[in-house]
């Protein structure tokens, strides 16, 4: 059973995830520069075959396609197949909204055919040899299933911030070896199913949220979550119980171990070549309106939204349906931006994006 529904919907993710986009800006150049290479689909197969995994409602997953179609324009006129995949519970009435505004097709090509794909990352999404270019943004972090193992002390499997302690949070490195396990295994299912699904010489990019030597992505967002769940236990509005129980099931991983399945697992290395690897500290929009501005209020808003888009809905399903006050996630969120509010130090974020490029051998 996958691990989240999704993001949060009708519209709420689209209009909270300009962090996102440029995690993802940073790397595009690789592919589009790439489809030079792109060898020629053969006879029986007159189109070009786009797949976009984890394109949740929509808006930032058609604009990185229409920069791919742009690239593919160089090389001729064939028609495109654009597919755009998420779990079935996500709002796919937005996406379809985001690619028929008025009822009309935002991507002005006339060549270009959009359809949506309900299904797992971690599986088959395509028939065999069908696919040129896949991509994925932000969103094989998240585990492929619930992980099995309890964390107690923390609510994500990973170190906590050393720059925000707090009395009871703790994790040790023992603890963590399941959760690593299983985001290796998972990596394994995600790359297998590519292999399927993509024609030799294809190409896939693949991005996600992570950590380099300095930073990881988890801090900030994972401290403050963890702060504000804490207060609510202490304030009896949440039982100890429920902290030492919810994880956020999203791993942050460093370059090697994005590549480690593609060097160390035989199928696999045989499958792709690696083209390019890197990890980057990307531009965060609102951490850049702050500088800007000094508007502490309104960088805590937009911290807020940012993370509310990806966390409610793992949060909303994990809270017991009876509580001691109703609104609770309305009231949690409330707290975070508190908190951010008044201390900004505490939780500063920094976007780890990282990225691989590879071809299908």
């Known amino acids: 059973m996958p691990t989240t529904t999704g993001m949060k919907g009708g519209g709420y993710y689209d209009a909270n995830s300009r962090e996102q986009r440029s ?89 270009v055919y959009a359809a949506a794909i309900g299904g797992s990352a971690f599986g088959r999404l395509v028939p065999p040899a069908s696919l040129h270019l896949a991509t994925t943004f932000n969103a094989i972090g998240f585990f ?45 299912h995600f790359y297998r199913a590519r292999a399927a699904e993509l024609v030799p010489g294809g190409k896939l990019l693949v991005q996600i949220f992570g950590r380099n030597e300095i930073h990881s992505t988890g801090h900030g967002i994972s401290d403050v979550l963890s702060d504000a769940l804490l207060d609510f236990v202490e304030a009896d509005m949440l039982s100890r119980a429920f902290y030492e129980e919810f994880l956020f099931p999203a791993s942050y991983r460093n370059t090697a171990e994005l590549i480690e399945p593609l060097e160390n697992v035989p199928e696999l290395k045989a499958a792709f070549r690696i083209d390019q690897v890197d990890a ?78 590879l071809t299908r051998l």
């Not at 609104?327 to 505490?346: F, G, S």
């Open 144 to 188: 492929e299933t619930r992980p099995v193992a309890s964390l107690p002390g923390f609510i994500l499997p990973m170190m906590p911030n050393p720059q925000a302690p707090r009395e009871g949070v703790q994790v040790t490195e023992e603890e963590l070896i399941p959760f690593q396990k299983q985001a290796h295994q998972d990596l394994c």
């Open 23 to 111: 995690a993802s800006q940073s790397f595009l150049p690789w592919l589009e520069t790439a489809i030079a290479e792109l060898p020629e689909p053969p006879p029986h197969q007159q189109s070009w075959n786009l797949l976009d995994i984890g394109s949740s409602e929509g808006a930032n997953a058609i604009f990185t396609t229409e920069r791919l179609i742009t690239a593919l324009r160089k090389k001729n006129d064939l028609p495109v197949w654009a597919f755009f995949d998420d779990l079935p519970t996500n709002d796919f009435n937005q996406m379809f909204l985001n690619l028929f505004p008025a009822g009309k097709p935002v991507i002005t090509d006339n060549n």
């Open 280 to 357: 980057r500290d990307v531009p965060v929009p609102f951490n850049e309106a702050f500088t800007a501005n000094g508007d502490r209020a309104a960088w805590a808003r937009s911290y807020t939204g940012f993370l509310r888009a990806f966390t409610e809905p793992v949060l909303a399903a994990a809270l017991p349906d009876k509580l001691p006050q109703e609104n609770t996630v309305e009231k949690i969120y409330q707290r975070i931006e508190r908190l951010l509010q008044d201390h900004p130090d505490r939780y500063e974020f920094h976007f780890i994006s990282i990225a691989t490029l």
